[in-house]
């Protein structure tokens, strides 16, 4: 059997240097000394170890990580020429054992089935993996819409956006909308920063969102489809586009879809331009329509009245990924995973202070402490775990002494946070936790439309605030002030970047109150952050006189000779930390 | 707040002139569809890096297309600029991840190396700095992104030299 060679070519693998790799192998095989197919595939999930390459031989797979040009060419003598696999860059495998298998074995995957399994540009692939075997499940036995809503109802699943509302419900509200026209959306305007499972599935699978919205529009006899996705994602777009060109010959877009009488789509996808408040779903219309978004009152609802006012469902991308696997395999093969409330699995983006960065999809119910530990490896540096933000910047903290919360809806709002899209920020002993909270309000602040007065001005004071305490500024009363604040805005704004504005900053006081305080009273930064409260200082005992601190030092603010302790001058330090990162001998204190 | 989210740049940028017959075929393609004012105006700014002032005047006469909407939609949105950009545009990821694995350093290290302030252009035209929300490789933070390359796993000078790659090969070119 010919070999084959697959190269993840996702927008974090090129990042990584994929692309390099591809023409790399391109041209080993154009030497003609090696007998092998290249092919391109998009992300697994294991970003940790992008780029990644996947060698298929007769025995099975191989996916060898952290790949770079050189490796690639040791590959190719190796294993393709020689069959000798090289163990040490196996990752996983289903021949031997990878070093990172335990990475996959705790995963479920429903919504990220087939990312990183095919090539992403390929209907005939994505089809022989299932894709659109639904719809045409739904055609050949004549399955009514109702039944559908049904399944999709049954199976548990709620909206994967954040909102946590049932998406079997939701269909059946638009279904009920009486229209001669309607709209399904897919929200993938992913602006949530720490989240990017939205990105990968367009990338990688962009026939499931398809399907899911397919199935959508005959389930509530939508007429017009438009997937509102982000700009910043050009390669999910560009997938986007081509899958939309190879469904609309296939036959799965257009008049008459699949033989089902009347059943008329169309999909478009409109490019976002870079506002956080469109994944609102009224501000997401009005964007569509090309006016600013900003939110408006519900009710009307979108499903009665919604894009060009008439009845119209929005659903976010991994909600719409999941919705092929349910009409496939029955509603029971998806509630089957989780918990009571919360069915099925969830997509988490691991990131920040984590070993083992990347996409995990697990079942509904598992706890954080597994997610970070078992699959994301710990923290990295072995450092100690501080709090991991979940539901980005209208989300909250949530602190060690709850790891072994569950992820579910509802017992992760219990803390205070939100699920949200399935962002994990994880954050180690060096996190300022006021600094944290700081950096989520200047983006609340900056991302505000300014419909609503508390949201627009009392994003700005509460960030006032948290600058100044930062600043080693902070009074008594700031904390008190900034949860009246917090309250106001939350009960005075009209849509959910208002009303969710301020948990970063109520979940950071409630569980790390004794940094605000050591801010405000002591003027001190525990996790040594904030520079305001810095200070540098030589410890005589250990210091040899070497000057490299001194010639380090922008600001010339270190006195001292050759063989002599050094000395720091504070009126002049800037508190940079070159001194302390450049000293060999530990001899620079930092408080 | 999104009202006044576009600051007006204190660099005296000589305002080139634009062959405005260029945005013909954009015209064409939207002309009477509805809910095409965004589409147009990033349409424009694919043509010359932002949306000139001419542009607008042209789009009013020939499109209908209101000057207080447009001017409404192209200041509220993020991507759309009001003022030309260097040649190639450096944006530095401030997402959470990033942030946390120190991204102000990076834009530290930018600012010194390039001679501007975020949000500048270099006196050359050659780079833009800007800083932007999240780019989606979270777990390659921090990173950045020059035109269409990421650069991830980024330190300062990873990031300065990136920069003095690009700008030697622009010396070479020129």
């Avoid at chain 2, 694995?101 to 780079?127: P, R």
């Amino acid at each position: 059997m010919k070999k084959q060679i697959i190269v993840g070519l996702g927008s974090c693998g090129i990042a990584a240097g994929a692309g390099k790799v591809f023409a790399k192998a391109q041209s080993l095989i154009e030497t003609g000394n090696f007998e092998a197919d290249l092919k391109q595939t998009s992300c697994i999930g294991m970003c940790y170890k992008e780029p990644l390459v996947e060698v298929v031989d007769e025995k099975g797979h191989y996916i060898y990580g952290d790949m770079d040009v050189k490796k690639l060419e040791e590959l190719f003598e190796k294993h393709i020429k020689n069959n000798v696999v090289i163990e040490d860059y196996v990752v996983e495998s289903d021949v031997i054992k990878g070093h990172e298998s335990h990475y996959f074995a705790g995963q479920v995957k429903i919504a990220l089935r087939n990312c990183g399994y095919m090539d992403p540009e390929s209907i005939e692939e994505a089809e022989a993996r299932k894709a659109y075997q639904a719809i045409r499940k739904i055609a050949a036995d004549k399955v009514s819409p109702e039944e559908v809503i049904q399944t999709v109802f049954d199976s548990g699943i709620r909206g994967r956006g954040g909102g946590g509302f049932p998406t079997g419900l939701k269909w059946r509200f638009a279904r009920n909308s009486q229209s001669d026209e309607k709209y399904i959306i897919c929200n993938a305007d992913e602006g949530d920063p720490g989240a990017f499972m939205d990105r990968s599935l367009l990338e990688g699978d962009p026939h499931a969102v398809l399907e899911g919205m397919i199935i959508g529009a005959y389930a509530m006899k939508a007429t017009g489809g438009v997937i509102y996705c982000r700009a910043e994602y050009p390669l999910a777009i560009k997938r986007l586009n081509i899958a939309l060109m190879q469904a609309r010959t296939k036959g799965y877009l257009g008049k008459n879809i699949l033989g089902i009488e009347g059943f008329d789509l169309d999909i478009f996808v409109k490019e976002g331009a870079g506002a956080f408040v469109c994944g609102e779903e009224t501000a997401l219309i009005a964007s569509v329509e090309g006016e600013r978004g900003m939110p408006r009152k519900r009710p009307p609802f979108p499903a009665e009245r919604g894009l060009w006012n008439k009845p119209t469902n929005i659903n976010n991308v991994e909600t719409f990924a999941n919705i092929p696997y349910i009409v496939l395999n029955g509603a029971d093969a998806y509630n089957k995973y989780g918990t009571e409330k919360s069915k099925g699995t969830k997509v988490f983006a691991l990131t920040g202070k984590i070993k083992h960065g990347g996409l995990v999809e697990v079942p509904m119910g598992v706890s954080i402490r597994e997610i970070i530990y078992d699959l994301g490896g710990g923290i990295q540096e072995d450092k100690k775990f501080k709090a991991v933000q979940l539901g980005g910047p209208s989300g909250g903290c949530i602190p060690e002494s709850l790891i072994d919360t569950k992820v579910d809806y509802d017992s992760v709002n219990a803390t205070g946070a939100i699920m949200g899209s399935g962002g994990m920020v994880v954050m180690d002993e060096t996190t300022c936790m006021v600094d944290m909270a700081r950096f989520f309000l200047n983006f609340t602040q900056e991302e505000s439309c300014g419909k609503c007065t508390f949201c627009r001005i009392g994003t700005k004071r509460m960030l006032e605030i948290l600058t100044r305490i930062t600043h080693g500024e902070g009074k008594e009363g700031d904390i008190e002030l900034l949860q009246e604040l917090s309250q106001q805005i939350k009960d005075g704004s009209l849509c959910g970047l208002g009303q969710t504005a301020p948990n970063p900053v109520l979940t950071t006081i409630k569980y790390f109150r004794d940094e605000y305080e050591a801010h405000i009273k002591d003027k001190r930064c525990p996790a040594k952050n904030c520079k305001a409260l810095l200070t540098y200082e030589v410890i005589p005992e250990n210091c040899t006189g070497c000057t490299v601190c001194a010639v380090k030092c922008p600001s010339g603010c270190i006195d001292g000779s050759r063989k002599e302790i050094h000395f720091i001058n504070q009126e002049a330090c800037i508190k940079c930390g070159e001194c302390f990162a450049g000293c060999n001998f530990e001899a620079i204190r930092v408080y | 707040m999104r009202i006044s989210r576009k600051k007006i740049s204190l660099q005296a940028v000589e305002i080139p002139e634009v062959n405005i017959s260029l945005i013909n075929p954009i015209i064409q393609k939207y002309q009477g569809k509805k809910g095409n004012l965004i589409p147009v105006l990033q349409g424009v700014q694919g043509l010359y890096g932002y949306v000139p002032r001419e542009a607008f005047i042209k789009l009013n006469e020939e499109m209908g297309l209101k000057l207080n909407d447009m001017y409404g939609v192209a200041t509220f949105y993020a991507q759309f600029r009001l003022s030309p950009v260097g040649k190639h545009i450096i944006k530095v990821c401030h997402g959470t991840a990033c942030h946390v694995q120190s991204a102000t350093k990076i834009t530290e290290a930018l600012e010194s190396e390039l001679g501007v302030k975020d949000g500048h252009t270099t006196e050359d035209g050659l780079f833009t700095l800007e800083s932007v929300a999240c780019l989606g490789c979270c777990s390659l933070a921090p990173v950045m992104m020059v035109d269409d390359e990421t650069f991830g796993s980024l330190n300062g000078k990873k990031a300065a030299r990136a920069i003095k790659e690009i700008r030697r090969r622009e010396t070479q070119h020129s």
